[in-house]
């Protein structure tokens, strides 16, 4: 972490139902109150539509160091949050995604394979994660991330010097 400061979120909900007024927003707020209860810092949440605009627009403003998006994971040609992460990100860390649906397929069985649930680290070092909009799915990417943001952190900020 950049020095002992407490990690700051900001989550953006991607849904073009609940940014267009016609569905409530739980998963965000489940996500507000999940973090909040570990500790991590929640500087703000934004909605968004399914928008390749509107997604980096969050991403040029928020000055959080994690950016946490929830939705726009699946295989539908309206699930673009992933494919615009991955057009912006220096890496792209596999093993997230991984851990992620095989956690879920213990669940939801194979469906979990459709998830293109995602952890990266832009060229200015912040961190973004893509989740899946369901509260089941949130709470199980949710404990992998907070058991790996703060090493994470740190890892990305070490230029120098040897591993931890």
Request: net charge neutral; proline share 4%.
């Amino acid at each position: 972490m950049r020095g002992s400061t407490v990690l700051d979120f900001h989550i953006v909900v991607v849904s073009d139902r609940i940014a267009g007024g016609e569905s409530i927003d739980v998963s965000g707020e489940k996500a507000v109150e999940y973090l909040a209860s570990r500790g991590f810092k929640v500087s703000g949440k934004t909605v968004v539509g399914n928008s390749y605009r509107d997604i980096v627009r969050v991403l040029r403003e928020s000055k959080s160091r994690v950016i946490l998006f929830i939705g726009g994971t699946g295989p539908s040609p309206r699930d673009i949050t992933v494919d615009v992460l991955e057009s912006l990100a220096w890496r792209e860390l596999p093993g997230f995604g991984e851990a992620f649906r095989r956690l879920s397929s213990s669940t939801i069985g194979h469906r979990a394979i459709l998830s293109r649930a995602g952890l990266y680290i832009l060229p200015d070092g912040r961190i973004t994660v893509a989740l899946p909009g369901s509260t089941q799915a949130l709470e199980v990417g949710l404990s992998i991330l907070v058991d790996i943001v703060g090493h994470l952190a740190e890892e990305v900020d070490r230029f120098e010097g040897p591993h931890r």
